[in-house]
Nanobody, 121 residues
C-alpha cells in the first residue's frame, strides 16, 4: 500500500505565509506527477498546483504568483509554499501522487487525508 501524509496546515493571517508538505511512503516503485488540491467549505475539490516528475508545473489561475510547488524525488515528497495568503485560500489541502507500485503495472492515484488551512482576515 501507499500512504500520503500531509503536514504544515494551520491558522494564518491574511498576507502571511505557510508551507505544506506531503510525504509518500509504502510499496511504491515510481511516482509520476504529484499535486495539491483544495476544498473550500461548501465547494468541490479543485486543483491548486501540479508538478511532474521532471519538474514541470501547472497552477490554478487564482494562485499563480503566490503559490510555489516543488518536490524532492529522492524523498518522495512534495511541498507547497503559500505566500500572501488570502481568506479565499481557506480550505482542506490534499496531496495526490500518481504512483506505480509494480514493475509492469500502471499508475494509480493516491490521496492524503488533507490538512486544514484557515486564513483569518
Amino acid at each position: 500500500q501507499v500512504q500520503l501524509v500531509e503536514s504544515g496546515g494551520g491558522l494564518v493571517q491574511t498576507g502571511g505565509s505557510l508551507r505544506l508538505s506531503c510525504a509518500a511512503s509504502g510499496s511504491l516503485l515510481s511516482i509520476r506527477d504529484m499535486g495539491w488540491y483544495r476544498q473550500a467549505p461548501g465547494k468541490k475539490r479543485d486543483m491548486v498546483a501540479i508538478i511532474s516528475s521532471g519538474g514541470s508545473t501547472n497552477y490554478a489561475d487564482s494562485v499563480k504568483g503566490r503559490f510555489t510547488i516543488s518536490r524532492d524525488n529522492a524523498k518522495n515528497t512534495v511541498h507547497l509554499q503559500i505566500n500572501r495568503v488570502e481568506p479565499e485560500d481557506t480550505g482542506v489541502y490534499s496531496c495526490r501522487a500518481n504512483v506505480r507500485q509494480l514493475r509492469f503495472a500502471g499508475y494509480d492515484d493516491y490521496w492524503g487525508q488533507g490538512t486544514q488551512v484557515t486564513v483569518s482576515s
